[in-house]
């Protein structure tokens, strides 16, 4: 069963950090660029960070650059997304999608 399992997500304060996991399964994760796009109450999904399949090329958005490092470890068939100074505009339920699978998606909330 090809699949995407989020999670990591949870309550943060403004400033602080959280790291979020994609475990992959089903299919040949390392052949797949994947990403990660978040969708915010009301809004539209905005994209938000690009691996190439090997790891070795990376893009952000410019509202995240600096602040979030996308990795994965094909060995573990994982995505992560570490988020660094979270900021309220953050807040969203996170998605990783890997050529156009995506997962269920894990809620970021950032409050204090």
């Known amino acids: 069963q090809v699949q995407l399992v989020e999670s990591g997500g949870g309550l943060v304060q403004p400033g602080g950090s959280l790291r979020l996991s994609c475990a992959a399964s089903?299919?040949?994760?390392?052949?797949?660029?994947c990403g990660w796009v978040r969708q915010a109450p009301g809004k539209e999904f905005e994209w938000v960070s690009n691996i190439s399949p090997a790891g070795g090329a990376t893009m952000y958005a410019d509202s995240v650059k600096g602040r979030f490092t996308i990795s994965r470890d094909n060995a573990k068939n994982t995505l992560y997304l570490q988020m660094n100074s979270l900021l309220p505009e953050d807040m969203a339920v996170y998605y990783c999608d890997c050529g156009g699978i995506r997962g269920q998606g894990t809620q970021v909330t950032v409050s204090s």
């Open positions: 089903g299919f040949t994760f390392k052949n797949y660029g």
